[in-house]
């Protein structure tokens, strides 16, 4: 059983830049693939970015390459997403989920575990 917590949302404008944490619970955050999805109003939720356990391999929304990056620190069961270069249309509430597939997972079925969400919100 693993625990998410997401932190970091918040109002920005746009052009400007957010981070957002994930903590995990538990001693076995290393052996979960982490992943960001997003789910805007009245929109389906949809992958964003995913880690590799190792955090040497990474995926992204075409989107938002070259603007967020992914990573995470095993020492503090911590995954993070930078987000830089906003824009309004990253608008949505922003999750963390984990996975037990061996190879790197983008699609939400994937994930077993899921945080609560943190909003972020792109004023133009």
């Known amino acids: 059983q693993v625990q998410l917590v997401e932190s970091g949302g918040g109002l920005v404008q746009a052009g400007g830049s957010l981070r957002l944490a994930c903590a995990a619970s538990?001693?076995?955050?290393?052996?979960?693939?982490m992943g960001w999805f997003r789910q805007a109003p009245g929109k389906e939720r949809e992958f964003v970015a995913a880690?590799?356990?190792?955090?040497?391999?990474?995926n992204y929304l075409d989107p938002v390459k070259g603007r967020f990056t992914i990573s995470r620190d095993n020492a503090k069961n911590t995954v993070y997403l930078q987000m830089n270069s906003l824009k309004p249309e990253d608008t949505a509430v922003y999750y963390c989920?984990?996975?037990?597939?061996?190879?790197?997972?983008?699609?939400?079925?994937?994930?077993?575990?899921w945080g609560q969400g943190t909003q972020v919100t792109v004023s133009s």
């Open positions: 989920a984990a996975s037990t597939t061996i190879t790197i997972a983008t699609q939400k079925s994937d994930y077993r575990y």
């Open positions: 538990g001693r076995t955050f290393s052996s979960y693939g």
């Open positions: 880690i590799s356990r190792s955090g040497i391999t990474t």
